[in-house]
């Protein structure tokens, strides 16, 4: 890789020069800029952004931490974060979590150390703790999809409450009562919001519900296995599932279709947020869709206002989901 050195003895000039040039700072005449240009496009030099990161305290580059980019969800949540973020001129590092906080605060500890201006956080906990080292470096950072009690921070969420309560009401508006639900982890915000959703409309509706049919654990396929499984251990089974996210959605189908039982003829099913390519999946899910471009682009938006002004109060953004009907929770038999 070639040096400014090099740059500069292509074009003639001291280093400086090229430096001025590359920063465009200083005075250089319209010839000695062209040559220093040329030299640069013929020795393909990259200027070492980080070095001039830590002079100027800029480095145009962000982080993006998520709990699991092979999640379509958080996939169109990187992809909006990333068009935002180019458009302003800044990179953005993508980093999967997998719901691990020890891998999260690698992570953390790896974007700070390469002085990146701000971070975007799915967090992979509710504590607080993980989160102090971004404080203590005065990094600011926004929170998506998720609280976490006792940080003051920009925020951007889901109605969670309102999408878990659109699709129960659905599936009672199908004639289901056994109405059985599929949680993410115990303590974290999206998880307890959807259940409390759940249970707020069939509350409403006087329907009562079996322990058993309320199972909890990680926003995960397998997770969505085993909790599926647990609601079938014993009669009487429901007659439909709300899942709190697609993963679990995706394993709890699997663990149906282990048993011979057809969606949505034997059970329906629905869950929070979409699948790609819905068209070929059968039965098509009805989803409590949310806008998971606008997570990420609005996430930036918040750290550009927070880098412009760091001391204005917290905002948050509450996206509102899109009740998508399909043929995965018809009426009951």
């Known amino acids: 890789m070639a040096t400014i050195r090099e740059v500069a003895a292509r074009a003639g000039v001291a280093p400086i020069t090229v430096s001025r040039v590359i920063n465009g700072s200083g005075y250089t005449s319209e010839e000695t800029r062209k040559r ?12 070492n952004v980080l070095a001039r990161g830590l002079r100027s305290r800029r480095t145009h580059t962000l982080g993006l931490l998520v709990t699991d980019v092979t999640n379509p969800f958080w996939t169109t949540v990187a992809r909006g974060a990333e068009d935002e973020a180019m458009r302003a001129g800044y990179a953005l590092f993508l980093c999967n979590t997998d ?24 967090p992979a906990s509710s504590e607080a703790g993980p989160l102090r080292p971004v404080a203590r470096a005065g990094v600011p950072f926004v929170l998506v999809d ?7 921070a920009d925020l951007v969420l889901g109605d969670s409450v309102a999408g878990a309560r659109l699709l129960a009401e659905h599936l009672l508006s199908q004639g289901h009562r056994r109405i059985g639900h599929l949680g993410g982890p115990v303590g974290l915000s999206t998880a307890d919001e959807r259940e409390q959703g759940y249970r707020q409309a069939l509350s409403a509706a006087g329907v009562e519900i079996e322990p058993q049919w309320v199972q909890r654990g990680e926003y995960k396929q397998e997770a969505g296995y085993r909790l599926m499984q647990a609601c079938l251990a014993q009669p009487p089974w429901p007659t439909a599932v709300l899942a709190a996210n697609n993963a679990l959605a995706v394993g709890a189908l699997a663990a149906l279709r282990e048993r011979g039982l057809n969606v949505p003829r034997d ?34 938006r918040l750290l550009f206002e927070r880098l412009s ?12 989901p899109e009740l998508i009907v399909r043929r995965s929770a018809g009426p009951l038999n």
């Open 36 to 47: 220093v240009e040329e030299a640069i496009r013929e020795l393909e030099y990259v200027p």
């Open 99 to 122: 719901e691990d906080v020890a891998k999260q605060q690698r992570y953390i500890h790896a974007l700070l150390s390469r002085r990146v201006e701000g971070l975007i956080i799915a």
């Open 267 to 300: 059970m329906g099913l629905v869950c929070f947020d979409d699948v790609p390519q819905a068209s070929q999946i059968d039965p098509f899910l009805t989803v409590a869709a949310q806008p998971a471009y606008e997570f990420g682009a609005v996430a930036v």
């Open 146 to 152: 998720r609280r976490v009690p006792d940080v003051a």
């Open 309 to 320: 002004d760091p001391k204005r109060p917290p905002q948050t953004v509450v996206l509102p």
